[in-house]
C-alpha cells in the first residue's frame, strides 16, 4: 500500500462497471491504498479534469474499490462514466475525508446513493447497534438492501416517496422520522446525502431533542 498525495489523481483500470438500478451504477477497481470506512475519492475522467467525490461503498478487506453512483442527466461526468467498461481508465486520488465509521452505537440516516458510506462501515465489520433509514424515491432505490435486510431486520427503515411495498415505509424519511415518538437520544446520527435532505433531518433531530453534537453529515454536494 501506497502513500500519496491526497489530491494527486492516478489512473486505475476499470474492473467493472454494473447498472443496478435504473441509471444507478457500481464502479469497481483494483484497491491499492488503506482507507478508513466513510471515506472519499475524488475521480476524474481525464487527469486535467476537475474531479467528483466518491464515497468509497466497499470495505476495508475487499481488495476492491466500489464506487456507487447515479447519472446526473446535465452533469460532466456521470454521463461518460456511466459508458465505462472494464479495462478503460479513470483517475482517482487516495482516499480522504473524516465521515469515519465507529463501533459505538449510532443511527445511519442515508438519501439515495448516501448509503455508500454506510455499506462500506457495514463490510468493514462496525455493524453493532446501529439503526438505519434509507430513503429513496422507487422500489427500486434501496441500493444493497440485501447487505441490510437480514441482518438489521427491524433496524433496516426504507423510506419510499413515491411507490408503496411490502415492509416499506411509504413516504420520505424525514416523515418517517418526524412520526417516531422517541429518537434516541445517547447516540451519534450519521446523515449522509443531499443538502436539502441533510438540512431538513438536522433541523427534525433537533427538533427532537438531539443535541448538536450527536449530529456528522456528509453533504453529496
Ligand atoms: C464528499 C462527497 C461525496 C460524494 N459521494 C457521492 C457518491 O458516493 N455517489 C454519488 O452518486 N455522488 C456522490 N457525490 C456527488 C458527486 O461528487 C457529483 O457531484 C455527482 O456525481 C454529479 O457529478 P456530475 O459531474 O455528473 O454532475 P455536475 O457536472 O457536477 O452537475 C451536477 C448537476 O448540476 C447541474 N449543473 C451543472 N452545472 C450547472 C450550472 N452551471 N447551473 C445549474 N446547474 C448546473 C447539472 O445539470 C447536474 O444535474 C459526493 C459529493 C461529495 C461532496
Not at 502513500?3 to 454494473?18: F, G
Not at 455493524?127 to 437480514?150: N, P, Q
Not at 419510499?160 to 451519534?188: A, Y
Request: charged letters at 20%; proline letters at 6%.
Amino acid at each position: 500500500m501506497e502513500e500519496r498525495n491526497p489530491l494527486s489523481l492516478k489512473e486505475y483500470k476499470v474492473i467493472a462497471n454494473d447498472a443496478i438500478a435504473p441509471g444507478v451504477f457500481v464502479l469497481r477497481y483494483r484497491r491499492d491504498f488503506t482507507f478508513i470506512p466513510g471515506q472519499v475519492v475524488a475521480v476524474a475522467l481525464h487527469p486535467a479534469h476537475q474531479p467528483r467525490m466518491y464515497s468509497i461503498a466497499s470495505g476495508m478487506q475487499d481488495e476492491e474499490v466500489w464506487l456507487l453512483y447515479n447519472i446526473r442527466p446535465e452533469g460532466e461526468l456521470t454521463p461518460p462514466l456511466s459508458e465505462l467498461i472494464a479495462g478503460h481508465s479513470i483517475f482517482a486520488s487516495a482516499p480522504s475525508g473524516s465521515f469515519y465509521g465507529k463501533a459505538a452505537p449510532a443511527v445511519w440516516i442515508a438519501a439515495g446513493t448516501g448509503i455508500a458510506p454506510f455499506v462500506s462501515m457495514w463490510r468493514s465489520g462496525i455493524r453493532r447497534d446501529k439503526l438505519l433509514i434509507h430513503g429513496g424515491r422507487f422500489l427500486h432505490s434501496f441500493y444493497f438492501e440485501d447487505t441490510f435486510k437480514g441482518a438489521l431486520r427491524e433496524n433496516y427503515i426504507r423510506c419510499c416517496s413515491n411507490e408503496s411495498g411490502d415492509g416499506v415505509f411509504h413516504g420520505r424519511l424525514t416523515t418517517w422520522l418526524q412520526q417516531q415518538p422517541n429518537l434516541p437520544t445517547d447516540r451519534k446520527y450519521y446523515l449522509c446525502g443531499s443538502a436539502e435532505m441533510v438540512v431538513e433531518t438536522r433541523d427534525i433531530l433537533i427538533e427532537k431533542q438531539i443535541s448538536y453534537d450527536n449530529i456528522v453529515a456528509e453533504i453529496y454536494f
